[in-house]
Each structure stands twice: as structure tokens, then as C-alpha cells.
């Protein structure tokens, strides 16, 4: 089954076509890179799917349209960490990610044992138990990323088919973190039901981790495909004006940046 479907979406901002027809689906348990240069219009078609901005042509969520869904249904099906989401002062982090359980609680009721142990669960596995504790807004860069999936993945647990949308997901984290990251992704979406769709800098890593890549340039579709297809010399020397080579290794295409001239 799709899990998710743009079909001819546009979006324009201040007056500015800034997604511009874009098309493209994913499939059930999928995940789909968005990458392109700055400015490109990438955070903006995750918002505009995510239903978060207003948008013209057409977008289902597993053959749904989201604008017909209620509030509480959409956030127990689609979850997006931001960029930079807003960070609420003197909250804790375990609190924070707590919030994520908000689309499953009983009307004017409160979190379950249940819940509560959602979020120790995914605090175990983001390597925050020792964390939970602390002002959110006493966190470094990298240990607020990791909270903002935290709540995100919070928020999915035990709702069946979802998607979860990441806006840049690592790009505060170091190596090492950055890989228990996405191996925990790749094993949610292995194994949990979740499409992932994310967007990422980070051109190799993109590849190694997505089934497909889709590149957006000044808010159009120049390619889409399998990650071999798309890292290729030619398109990123046109699209992001880079001087760099493709080597092929055992993990896919590597993108490694040249210094002009040699
Ligand atoms: N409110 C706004 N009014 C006008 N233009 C906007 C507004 N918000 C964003 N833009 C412009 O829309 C374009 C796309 O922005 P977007 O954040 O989607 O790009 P991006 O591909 O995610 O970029 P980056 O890689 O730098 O994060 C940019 O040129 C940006 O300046």
C-alpha cells in the first residue's frame, strides 16, 4: 500500500512559489530522502504534506485525505520533528517527550502507567534515560535533537501505520549518535509499521539510508530515484554548483567534496 501521495502540490510563501508541482509517492514502510541545496523548498514540502502549511493539489496519508481527519487522529498518524522546533523554557525532558502522548489520552484524562513507560522506553533507546531529568532548555544542540525524536517517536508508539517526518534529523549530532539515530529509524520502519520521509545535507549518509532519494532544486522535482541514480557527478555539479566526485563502496555512493583546481 502508498503511505503517502503528493500529487501536483504548490506551495507559496510571502507570494513566492516556493514548492512548485511536486509529485511523488511512498511506500508502506518506505524511506524517502528529500535532499537538494539550500533554499530549495525541502522543509517546506515536508511541512505542506504534514498538513502543517496551506498548500493547493492533492495529498493522502495511506488514501486519506488529512484535511478530513481530526486533529487527534492526525497527530496519532503523522509526526514531523522540525528543524528547529520551539523550545518551551523550565519544561523537563521527560516531560517534554511525554507531551507526545497527548493524541492517546482519554478526554480531559491523564497518562497511563502505560504511557509513562512509552517514554522511558524511548528515552532508553535515545540514550536520554540519564536525562530526563534536566531543563530541556539546559541541553546541548545534539541532546535537544534527540529529544525532539524522542517526543516524535513518543507520539507513534503503538499507533500502526504512521509516518514520521524529520526535518534534518542529525545535523546537531556527532557520528556516533548520528548512527544509533538512524539504525533506530531504519529498525522502527523495518519492523513497526513506520514511512519515513526525511530531509538531510548529508548526501552519503542520505543514500545509505533511504530506499529512494528525491532531488528538489528552486522547488521543482530535477530527479528521483534509487540513491545510485541520483548522487551522480552530473546532477549535484548542476544542482548544488559543488565540485565533487562519487566514489561506489560496499555502503552505496559516497559523495566526497573536491577542492576546485586539483
Ligand atoms: N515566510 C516566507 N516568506 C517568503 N519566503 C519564504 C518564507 N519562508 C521560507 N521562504 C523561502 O522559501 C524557500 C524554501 O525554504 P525551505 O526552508 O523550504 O528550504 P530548504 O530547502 O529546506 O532549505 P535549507 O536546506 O536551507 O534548510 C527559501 O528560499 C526561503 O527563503
Same mark, same amino acid.
Given at each position: 500500500m502508498t503511505a503517502l501521495t503528493a500529487a501536483g502540490v504548490r506551495v507559496a510563501l510571502g507570494g513566492v512559489p516556493?514548492?512548485?508541482?511536486v509529485s511523488f509517492s511512498v511506500g508502506d514502510g518506505e524511506w524517502l530522502t528529500v535532499i537538494g541545496p539550500n533554499g530549495a523548498g525541502k522543509s517546506t514540502l515536508l511541512h505542506a504534506v504534514a498538513g502543517l502549511l496551506p498548500f493547493t493539489g492533492d495529498v493522502r496519508w495511506h488514501g486519506d485525505d488529512p484535511a478530513g481527519l481530526h486533529r487527534r487522529q492526525r497527530s496519532r498518524r503523522v509526526a514531523v520533528v522540525p528543524q528547529h522546533p520551539v523550545v518551551p523554557t523550565g519544561m523537563s525532558v521527560f516531560d517534554y517527550i511525554l507531551l507526545g502522548r497527548t493524541p492517546h489520552l482519554p478526554f480531559l484524562g491523564r497518562e497511563s502507567p502505560a504511557d509513562l513507560s512509552v517514554v522511558a522506553a524511548v528515552c532508553e533507546r535515545l540514550d536520554l534515560t540519564g536525562l530526563a531529568g534536566r531543563r530541556l532548555d539546559t541541553l546541548s544542540g545534539g541532546e535537544r535533537q534527540r529529544v525532539f525524536l524522542a517526543r516524535a517517536l513518543a507520539q507513534l508508539?503503538? $499507533?500502526?501505520?504512521a509516518l514520521l517526518l524529520l526535518d534534518e534529523?542529525?545535523? $546537531?549530532?556527532?557520528i556516533g549518535h548520528q548512527q544509533e539515530v538512524l539504525e533506530l529509524v531504519d529498525s522502527l520502519r523495518r519492523d513497526g509499521g513506520l514511512t519515513v520521509v526525511s530531509t538531510m545535507h548529508e548526501l552519503s549518509v542520505a543514500g545509505e539510508y533511504a530506499d529512494r532519494l528525491l532531488l528538489l532544486a528552486a522547488g521543482e522535482v530535477v530527479a528521483a530515484g534509487p540513491p545510485a541514480e541520483v548522487l551522480t557527478v552530473p546532477l549535484l555539479t548542476r544542482h548544488y554548483r559543488a565540485n565533487v566526485m562519487v566514489v561506489d563502496t560496499s555502503a552505496g555512493p559516497a559523495v566526497v567534496p573536491v577542492r576546485p583546481g586539483r
Open positions: 516556493v514548492v512548485r508541482d508508539s503503538g $499507533a500502526g501505520r534529523p542529525t545535523s $546537531a549530532l556527532d
